[in-house]
């Protein structure tokens, strides 16, 4: 952004700070791809590997306050996180620090300092949060590598503080990329890291590193009734949202306010009855723009091979005329939408198309965005429970 559209020297200041953490984002980026091509940190055994790295992991408490909770007023969690500027910027989980009145970071030297947010995203469980950077000396910094080079079969790191065991560093491999978590889905495209690294409620924020040291990604979510089944947000994914949260304090998204699945073949084989293909519309949030433009949701329930869809609700199938018939086609006609738009829709509602006009806003905070509330287990939240992940349900919504 161009000092000329400074229009208050505080304004300034706080661009200025961004531009830094930017500018450091960048010869982060330069400085993975030499590591990845073998550079000396690469030839570190794994005990030196972890003195270079575990300094720059810390300890972070929250806590938050609940007026109308007589019996648990107080609600405190632990997490970990990764210093990766020197000016004091960390970066964590959403889940871990989003809501809480009261963040306190614990350093690998001993030293305890209060935090502030400076901003979260719910959606993809990514937080910053700053402490003040010491009057001498620098803080420990880690570096972020380049997810895109992950394979099944590498070996990665978690480091972090699990079950309030500070600096614990488990050893695992990657076991399958481009993973995604069952639930609502606000984007189609938020792959996930799976490994099987011991990870454990406290990991929440940490690093998974690669052979290199580098920050390969940050800790999300476990599925307890299994072993050994970790995620880790991808940490290409984390350098893209990074300045939109140090900028804005959030991840400005437009929002339509609905929640479905694509009309497949198949189903339509099995019920034999009037389904056009498009985006089969379950739910639709309450006070969104979908509503106020009187889309409408499912009526009854099916289950189908063990899956449960809400059938009687419109099927989207155009948007601003382009056929939306697959999650490809879908994210297409999406990524050009901008908050105030018109979006032209076209659905098919018994046995009729029917045009209808959306006016996108932005997304707003939702109840599953609260900490304990989000779909996928973050640590810290309610865990998944019952049968295998294979057989739960991936809705999309936007």
């Not at 953490?21 to 993975?32: E, F, H, P, V, W």
């Amino acid at each position: 952004m161009r000092n000329e559209s400074r229009l208050a020297a505080g304004v300034l200041a706080g661009v200025l700070w961004i531009s830094g953490a930017s500018g450091a984002l960048a010869a982060q980026a330069d400085g993975g791809s030499a590591q990845a091509l073998g550079a000396a940190p690469c030839q570190e055994t794994l005990a030196q590997l972890y003195r270079r790295v575990s300094p720059s992991v810390v300890l972070i408490n929250a806590s938050s306050i609940n007026p109308y909770d007589i019996d648990h007023r107080i609600q405190r969690v632990s997490g970990s996180g990764v210093i990766f500027d020197k000016s004091g910027l960390i970066v964590t989980n959403s889940h871990v620090v989003f809501g809480r009145q009261i963040i306190t970071v614990a350093l690998d030297n001993g030293a305890f300092l209060t935090a502030q947010l400076v901003g979260a995203d719910p959606v993809f469980d990514i937080a910053v949060i700053r402490i003040q950077a010491p009057a001498s000396g620098d803080l420990p910094v880690a570096r972020f590598g380049d997810s895109d080079r992950l394979d099944v079969g590498h070996e990665v790191y978690a480091i972090g503080n699990p079950l309030g065991l500070n600096q614990t560093l488990t050893r695992g491999i990657v076991s399958a990329v481009n993973r995604m978590l069952p639930g609502p889905s606000f984007s189609l495209t938020e792959p996930l890291i799976q490994t099987d690294a011991a990870i454990n409620p406290g990991n929440s924020g940490g690093p998974l590193v690669d052979r290199c040291g580098d920050v390969a990604g940050i800790t999300t979510a476990v599925v307890p009734d299994a072993q050994n089944i970790g995620f880790a947000v991808p940490v290409n994914l984390v350098k893209g949202i990074l300045p939109a949260l140090m900028r804005d304090g959030r991840v400005i998204r437009s929002w339509v306010g609905v929640q479905g699945q694509f009309v497949v073949p198949a189903l339509k084989e099995l019920l034999r009855i009037p389904l056009a293909d498009g985006f089969l519309v379950e739910a639709v949030e309450p006070g969104s723009p979908a509503e106020k433009a009187d889309i409408q949701d499912g009526e009854f329930e099916l289950t189908i091979g063990g899956q449960p869809i809400l059938l009687g609700g419109d099927i989207i199938t155009e948007l601003n005329g382009s056929s939306v018939d697959g999650p490809g086609k879908l994210e297409s006609a999406l990524k050009s939408v901008k908050i105030g738009d018109t979006l032209r829709m076209a659905v098919f509602r018994d046995s009729k198309t029917l045009r209808i006009d959306v006016v996108v806003t932005e997304r707003p905070i939702l109840p599953s965005d609260l900490p304990g509330r989000r779909v996928g287990n973050p640590l810290g939240a309610v865990p998944l429970t019952g049968g295998p992940i294979a057989a739960r349900k991936a809705v999309i919504r936007f």
